[in-house]
Structures are given as structure tokens and as C-alpha cells.
């Protein structure tokens, strides 16, 4: 079993920077990947960033490459957001995934306006 907490999330202008946490508890040792997930009002969720534990080889989708950076330790998986626009505007939520199942964090709101 796994337990994420996530923070960071807020209200930012346009063009702005946050950074999201994501603090694992529990079987962290058996975690083989972290990442972020994202959904919008009347949206589909959509992989934001996704980071291995062996190597940190990290994925991003187009839609923020170049903008966000995922980065890891042993025990939490953050996500530097910069240069943020309107449409980034979703919650946010982190994921960990093991073995035999994927871990969930509670989400956190990021609103993105002016």
C-alpha cells in the first residue's frame, strides 16, 4: 500500500510558475513509476508527466513539453509547471504506480487567470 498526499496547487496569472508535491507513505521501496495526471471541467484525463525509478527516464505529453519538468526522490514526485496558460487550468493529481496496481493522490486544484 501506498498513500500520496499532493500540494502546491493555486491560482496563478498566465505566463506563471507552480510547483506541485507529491509526498509517498508506506511500500515506497516497491514504487516503479510517478507521474501526474490532469483533468478539466468537461475534459477527458490527460498524462501530464510520467518519471521511472530506474534510470529517471521521464515522458511528457506535447501539450507541456518544454513548460513542465517532473522530477523524483526516493519518496516523492514533484512537477515544476512555468510559462502557464489558461488551458492548464485542471486538477491535478499524482499517481505511483507498483507491480500490481497504481496509487492515487487526492488532486490538487491549479487555475490558471488572470
Known amino acids: 500500500q501506498v498513500q500520496l498526499v499532493e500540494s502546491g496547487g493555486g491560482l496563478v496569472q498566465p505566463g506563471g510558475s507552480l510547483r506541485l508535491s507529491c509526498t509517498a507513505s508506506?511500500?515506497?521501496?516497491?514504487?516503479?513509476?510517478m507521474g501526474w495526471y490532469r483533468q478539466a471541467p468537461g475534459k477527458e484525463r490527460e498524462s501530464v508527466a510520467r518519471?521511472?525509478?530506474?534510470?529517471?527516464s521521464a515522458s511528457y505529453a506535447d501539450s507541456v513539453k518544454g513548460r513542465f519538468t517532473i522530477s523524483r526522490d526516493s519518496a516523492a514526485v514533484y512537477l515544476q509547471m512555468n510559462s502557464l496558460k489558461v488551458e492548464d487550468t485542471a486538477v491535478y493529481s499524482c499517481y505511483a504506480d507498483q507491480r500490481f496496481g497504481r496509487y492515487w493522490g487526492q488532486g490538487t486544484q491549479v487555475t490558471v487567470s488572470s
Open positions: 518519471m521511472i525509478s530506474d534510470g529517471g
Open positions: 508506506g511500500s515506497i521501496r516497491s514504487i516503479n513509476a
